[in-house]
């Protein structure tokens, strides 16, 4: 049973940073393209930013390229996102995402990802 556990969420100011994780198990982490999305109060949820299972190729939203950063380490089987000068309008549930079934491509769309953590809290206060 594959679990995803989200974590490094909290209330932040405007301009400051965090740093999320999601702490993957029960299936081989070191395959999977992983994803982070993230949905505010009444919005959809959005594609943050993905990256593949050796982490050669990722994606990013083109809007927070240069502020947010994805990674991984396939030996603790964790996935991060760090995000700099952050804003109000980051404000949002952030989720991370995993999927083992496309090998060729990696996924930028909700129905690209199987499996899904609870999600981790972020606000942005100014």
């Known amino acids: 049973q594959v679990q995803l556990v989200e974590s490094g969420g909290g209330l932040v100011q405007v301009g400051g940073s965090l740093r999320l994780s999601c702490a993957a198990s029960?299936?081989?982490?070191?395959?999977?393209?992983m994803g982070w999305f993230r949905q505010a109060p009444g919005k959809e949820r959005e594609f943050v930013a993905s990256?593949?299972?050796?982490?050669?190729?990722?994606k990013y939203v083109e809007f927070l390229r240069g502020r947010f950063t994805i990674s991984r380490d396939n030996a603790k089987n964790t996935l991060y996102l760090r995000m700099n000068s952050l804003k109000p309008e980051d404000t949002a549930t952030y989720y991370c995402a995993a999927d083992w079934s496309d090998t060729y491509s990696l996924p930028q769309t909700v129905a690209g990802y199987r499996y899904w953590g609870q999600g981790t809290q972020v606000t942005v206060s100014s």
């Open positions: 990256i593949n299972w050796n982490s050669r190729t990722t």
């Open positions: 029960g299936r081989t982490f070191s395959s999977a393209n």
